[in-house]
T-cell receptor, first 114, second 117 residues
Framework: DAGVIQSPRHEVTEMGQEVTLRCKPI?????LFWYRQTMMRGLELLIY????????DSGMPEDRFSAKMPNASFSTLKIQPSEPRDSAVYFC????????????FGEGSRLTVL | KQEVTQIPAALSVPEGENLVLNCSFT??????LQWFRQDPGKGLTSLLL?????REQTSGRLNASLDKSSGRSTLYIAASQPGDSATYLC????????????????FGKGTKLSVKP
């Protein structure tokens, strides 16, 4: 299996621009998670989906952030407009179940907002 | 609010040494605890998952223990090697009642391990 695939791996943009991050989970995994990692705050859950339905988005920092999962093999995280404080590494992860909790992570998208 | 703490933040040891990484959490109501490894510029790789009913899990040179009542977990690495150099994170699964579903992992900030040849 190819694992969780994220794109782009690196994104540099200017403040105010729209940013779209993409994720392809592992086939057969019903749960998809978006995390953000910063030096100050560590890893934080932004949102997670079960069978393409958003279950908990309480970690999404502001209305500028939105996430979608139009089908079982694709999800996007969008920031519009972007701000310098959004600079971080954004990880997508998937799991087959959530009770047993073994999570498989992508390699992340490093976002820099100038 | 559940908080996860990992001490020390960084650790440097000579090759061959046995070592212990510590993880503590404030609320014992967890479903499981997971240890991850993160290499620079990479994602997280799951190492060991301990369910709340278990006391320990082993994989090769790694052994993780869980003491829910005291809010502690340890990751023991035997005969450390330079290839073990990475950041090790622990995460507790606190679950949710939200819509009857579960799924939030609360992460510590990690211990950065350096194994010198």
């Amino acid at each position: 299996d190819a694992g969780v695939i994220q794109s782009p791996r690196h994104e540099v943009t200017e403040m105010g621009q729209e940013v779209t991050l993409r994720c392809k989970p592992i086939s057969g995994h019903d749960y998809l998670f978006w995390y953000r990692q910063t030096m100050m705050r560590g890893l934080e859950l932004l949102i997670y989906f079960n069978n393409n339905v958003p279950i908990d988005d309480s970690g999404m920092p502001e209305d500028r952030f939105s996430a979608k999962m139009p089908n079982a093999s694709f999800s996007t995280l969008k920031i519009q407009p972007s701000e310098p404080r959004d600079s971080a590494v954004y990880f997508c992860a998937s799991s087959r179940t959530v009770n047993t909790g073994e999570l498989f992570f992508g390699e992340g998208s490093r976002l820099t907002v100038l | 609010k559940q908080e996860v703490t990992q001490i020390p933040a960084a650790l440097s040891v000579p090759e061959g040494e046995n070592l212990v990484l510590n993880c503590s959490f404030t609320d014992s109501a967890i479903y499981n605890l997971q240890w991850f490894r993160q290499d620079p510029g990479k994602g997280l790789t799951s190492l060991l998952l301990i369910q709340s009913s278990q006391r320990e899990q082993t994989s090769g040179r790694l052994n993780a223990s869980l003491d829910k009542s005291s809010g502690r977990s340890t990751l023991y690495i035997a005969a450390s090697q330079p290839g073990d150099s990475a950041t090790y994170l622990c995460a507790v699964n606190i679950g949710y009642d939200y819509g009857g579903s579960q799924g939030n992992l609360i992460f510590g900030k990690g211990t950065k391990l350096s194994v010198k040849p």
